[in-house]
């Protein structure tokens, strides 16, 4: 069974803190995607990557960077952690090319307080 | 830019009505279009799909069809269940990633 997993399913946090998001794919997997999700937003893609070691800004990376050392492995980055930045993220993975389907891990809802 | 609009909820229905979700686009060129679904507690996980103009993409009772003319994908049900609550998201493709809708949260009673 494929799988996107995210290391914790609810953070708390202090304003100003570094705080990490990691998500691992066992799927081979050459795209992959952090996303915030927000209420009357949607998702709003906030970084991505194409391969290891490459990452793209997506719409709202102010705030954020990320990490992709290794193939299955993406890492979402907060470096001093705002109450503006509590919200759902989600982390998704696809295959290379268009029209791919792409999968979601299960969230990480972050607070910071 | 592109950008994808989704007919505004909360949505609640009773079990066996008829479901639409309006969904349009703006995009240059003919994007793929998608329904991904997130039920309570989990990820989104794709619903159906279509790639091309008039395609029909179908799943678990679901059905949706690329309408080029209307620049619209609205998902529809013809018999909803307890089951279907959930929210739903409307996305296009666009360079491998996805511009997404609102979400629609939809709302099922018995």
């Known amino acids: 069974d494929v799988k996107v997993t995210q290391s914790s399913r609810y953070l708390v946090k202090r304003t100003g803190e570094k705080v990490f998001l990691e998500c691992v794919q066992d799927?081979?997997?050459?795209?992959m995607f952090w996303y915030r999700q927000d209420p009357g937003l949607g998702l709003r893609l906030i970084y991505f990557?194409?391969?290891?070691?490459?990452?793209e800004k997506g719409d709202i990376p102010e705030g954020y960077s990320v990490s992709r050392e290794k193939k299955e492995r993406f890492s979402l980055i907060l470096e001093s952690a705002s109450t503006n930045q509590t919200s759902m993220y989600l982390c998704?993975?696809?295959?290379?090319?268009?029209?791919?389907?792409?999968?979601f891990g299960p969230g990480t809802r972050l607070t910071v307080l | 830019g592109n950008s994808v609009t989704q007919m505004e909820g909360p949505v609640t229905l009773s079990e066996e009505a008829f479901l639409t979700i309006n969904c349009t686009y703006t995009a240059t060129g003919y994007p793929s279009l998608f329904w991904y679904v997130q039920y309570p507690g989990e990820g989104l996980q794709l619903l159906l799909k279509a790639t091309k103009a008039d395609d029909k993409g179908s799943n678990k009772g679901f059905e949706a069809t690329y309408r080029k003319e209307t620049t619209s994908f609205h998902l529809e049900k013809g018999s909803v269940q307890v089951s279907d609550s959930a929210v739903y998201f409307c996305?296009?493709?666009?360079?491998?990633?996805?511009?997404f809708g609102q979400g629609t949260r939809l709302t099922i009673n018995p």
């Open positions: 990557s194409y391969d290891v070691k490459m990452k």
């Open positions: 998704a993975s696809s295959r290379a090319g268009f029209r791919n389907e792409q999968f």
């Open positions: 996305a296009q493709e666009g360079a491998q990633k996805l511009v």
């Open positions: 799927m081979d997997h050459e795209n």
